[in-house]
């Protein structure tokens, strides 16, 4: 792949709940190796970009490229398995299902060859889901279940995760690690990170471009730096929110 | 004593069929949430497979056992992959084109398939009942009486319970294998859970779903060569009392759970058994028809179901 090419590419895309407008002509890039942040108030739009981007729902307009493929009218499942992996809003882990078996879930359908060492990689990653390894999803604490659902994603070896608030309901030493172990991640194995987040200071501190939604429309993007420094983010997203 | 032993051989016989049959609707409601009506009626045509497989072999009680042993493999493997066609076609037509429609379409038109399963097997067949003479005559004495009158009660097992509960137990342990350790398996109990996380994670929701049309449809397959070689005679009518009875068994075991089918499936047969013994076989299909009023109204969830509210 061309390095001038970015990864996951949306151009002018807009989806419909409906009738209903839910994002409004979103133009947005990640390269290869980056962190990219969105970040927006309360029903902006970022859970559905995200859902857009692994084609559920489907954009009505406007077009998704990953890799180069045009991806906007494929089903969900094969979009997945070109190596996209996403941990969606509210977790969603099965909770009838042991935290091994959400494991297994997330390794993909097909290639199982190196199951065993991804799964150590998870559990040094989370020590807490080998220790809980038998027990039923639905059992963990919220915090766990967010540990686990992103050990979930990682399983199938993603070119790109998409991480939709990875830190909603956790302490903040969690939230400090979860962040710690996406930057080691993205600096040890160079893994495309796409996330939304609430905690916009951390957000912002830990990716290399962020983006701003409003009403499902791209108000603003730069920098992490450049974002933090301006004066309408630290307004809408930062007061008070700084922990 | 010896006649409370011999109902029991016989409703743990009959138990197993309907056992089978009721792992297809609780698969089913387990992963679409919805009661298949025809799955009833898929059985019935598993049976006449079952039986024009049988006279297409040529297989009598005068073949040896090894041969009818072999071949009734063959019948059943036939039969199974037969009926899973039905099963798949039934999904595919009549239920997923309504996916994300109302929560009642799929039931209306899950009873119109029963209708045209029942008029297509009517037609193609007759609607008089079909006779198989019986395959296998002998069996094993368990228990030799003689009550105070002189008359001798046996209690006997023959040879087509053992081949019916074998078989059962057998297919039971494999099913649930699959369910439990397979990636198949797997799937399937993510689409239950939540199909859209299924599907991020790369599963094909779709084919998941035949896929469990298609096992259900076995063992339905399997349920009707069972049925044939137990009471030796069926019509295209069978699908319908056999199989509110198996969904009773379900609803009873708690309607999703696997292993809740299989012990309703038994409660089912060994209560109608006992109920035809003890008090009268005109009532026998009421006795069923009393239990799934019974415990919709007291037990909706079932003896294994889980409660519908639940923690996430
Ligand atoms: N399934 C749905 N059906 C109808 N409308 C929906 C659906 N999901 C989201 N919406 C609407 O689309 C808009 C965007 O929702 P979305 O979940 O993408 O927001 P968000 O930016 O992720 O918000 P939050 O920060 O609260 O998670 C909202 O107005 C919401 O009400
Ligand atoms: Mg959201």
Request: net charge neutral; proline share 3%; hydrophobic share 50%.
């Amino acid at each position: 792949m061309n390095a001038a090419s970015p990864l996951l590419s949306v151009r002018g895309v807009e989806t419909y709940y409906g009738n209903i407008i839910a994002l409004r002509g979103v133009d947005l890039d990640v390269h290869v190796g980056e962190i990219v942040t969105l970040i927006g108030a309360n029903g902006a739009g970022k859970s559905t970009l995200m859902m857009t981007i692994c084609g559920s729902p489907q954009a009505r307009t406007g077009s998704v490229t990953f890799d180069g493929t045009d991806i906007t009218r494929m089903p969900t499942h094969e979009i997945m398995r070109m190596a996209i992996a996403q941990s969606p809003e509210g977790r969603r882990i099965f909770p009838r299902m042991t935290v091994l078996e959400n494991l297994q879930m997330g390794a993909g359908v097909t290639d199982l060859s190196h199951f065993d060492e991804d799964l150590q990689k998870v559990y040094e990653l989370f020590p807490v889901l080998k220790a809980r390894r038998n027990q039923r999803g639905g059992t963990l604490s919220g915090g766990e279940q967010q540990m686990l659902a992103i050990g979930r994603a990682l399983m199938s070896r993603p070119r790109l995760l998409l991480l939709d608030e990875p830190s909603l309901g956790l302490a903040p030493l969690v939230v400090k690690q979860i962040f710690a172990a996406i930057a080691e991640l993205n600096r040890t194995e160079g893994l495309t990170v796409f996330l939304v987040e609430q905690n916009a200071f951390h957000a912002l501190k830990l990716a290399h471009r962020g983006y701003v939604m409003v009403n499902g429309s791209i108000t603003m993007n730069g920098t992490g730096a450049e974002l933090l420094a301006r004066e309408e983010v630290r307004a809408a997203y930062l007061e008070g929110g700084r922990h | 004593m010896e006649y409370f032993v011999q109902q029991l051989i016989n409703g743990l016989t009959l138990g197993s069929i309907y056992g089978l049959i009721a792992i297809g609707y609780t698969m089913v409601y387990g992963i679409i949430g919805m009661i298949n009506f025809a799955h009833g009626d898929i059985f019935m045509v598993g049976s006449f497979i079952a039986l024009i497989a049988i006279i297409a072999f040529g297989l009598t009680a005068g073949s040896s056992l090894a041969v009818l042993i072999l071949a009734l493999i063959l019948v059943l493997l036939i039969a199974m992959a037969l009926t899973s066609v039905y099963g798949w076609t039934v999904e595919r037509l009549a239920y997923r084109p309504l996916r994300g429609s109302f929560r009642l379409a799929p039931l209306i038109t899950a009873i119109g398939m029963s209708i045209v399963l029942q008029n297509f097997v009517q037609i193609a067949q007759g609607a008089r009942v079909k006779p198989l003479q019986p395959l296998f005559s002998g069996g094993f004495t368990l228990m030799e009486l003689e009550g105070p009158t002189g008359a001798v009660f046996r209690v006997n097992l023959s040879f087509a319970q053992i081949l019916i509960i074998v078989t059962t137990v057998v297919l039971m342990t494999v099913f649930t294998l699959i369910i439990a350790k397979t990636s198949l398996g797997r799937s399937q109990r993510a689409c239950e859970q939540d199909r859209k996380m299924a599907a991020l994670l790369g599963v094909n929701v779709d084919r998941t779903i035949s896929l469990t049309f298609v096992m259900g449809a076995a063992l339905a397959a399997v349920a009707g060569l069972m049925y044939l070689l137990y009471y030796g005679v069926i019509d295209f009518y069978i699908g319908f009392i056999a199989g509110v009875k198996a969904f009773t068994a379900a609803v009873l075991g708690g309607i999703g759970s696997l292993p809740g089918a299989m012990l309703g499936g038994l409660l089912i047969g060994l209560i109608e058994t006992f109920w035809s013994a003890y008090f009268s076989i005109e009532y026998k299909d009421v006795a069923a028809f009393s239990i799934l009023a019974i415990v919709l109204i007291f037990l909706p969830s079932g003896i294994l179901g889980r409660p519908e509210v639940e923690k996430v």
